[in-house]
């Protein structure tokens, strides 16, 4: 092998121990997708809801939504836009970074252990860092706790007045 040869066999080899140590591009993809994924089926969702809440059928759904217009047809987007973002690029992610870190021999295909392993973690991150935002939500869409938490901030207040040990138990 001549020089030039092994010059670029040694670069390609340096590649590929960075990306095994860490790459960010299982993150972007699971944002990316996560993102674009949330975008075009929050108008479905949309339209479920307003069924849901208002018991009307799918055109009368279609409808309400026709008359407020198109300004206002991705009104209440970014919350869940923000979320699923973030719970795509955690799980896609960690995911991939994970099965690097578990990895036996990096130069093969990883075992169905390893990759079993890496999901359950990942998606153990994914629930201890987005429970709360979730907990939030769960107590907002109650309507019995109207009084006591009006808004996020007096839940966020509540919250944060406990102690670590009482934030886990009632938090989590």
């Not at 040869?5 to 790459?23: I, K, L, P, Y």
């Not at 009368?60 to 836009?81: D, S, T």
């Amino acid at each position: 092998m001549g020089d030039k040869a092994r010059m670029q066999h040694g670069d390609s080899e340096r590649r590929e121990e960075e990306e095994r140590r860490w790459s960010s591009r299982s993150y972007s993809v699971g944002a990316v997708s996560s993102f674009l994924s949330t975008f075009v089926t929050f108008p479905i969702y949309k339209t479920i809801f307003r069924q849901q809440i208002h018991a009307f059928s799918i055109q009368e759904a279609i409808q309400q939504l026709r008359r407020e217009g198109m300004r206002r047809f991705y009104r209440g987007l970014f919350p869940p836009l923000l979320s699923k973002t973030l719970q795509g690029t955690l799980l896609f992610g960690t995911h991939d970074s994970l099965l690097l870190l578990l990895a036996s021999n990096p130069s093969e295909p990883c075992t169905l252990g390893e990759r079993w392993t890496a999901g359950f973690l990942s998606g153990s991150v994914e629930a201890l860092v987005l429970n709360p935002f979730e907990r939030v939500q769960n107590v907002l869409q109650d309507g019995r706790k109207d009084v006591r938490f009006p808004n996020t901030r007096s839940i966020l207040r509540e919250f944060n007045s406990y102690g670590l040990k009482e934030r886990l138990v009632v938090g989590y």
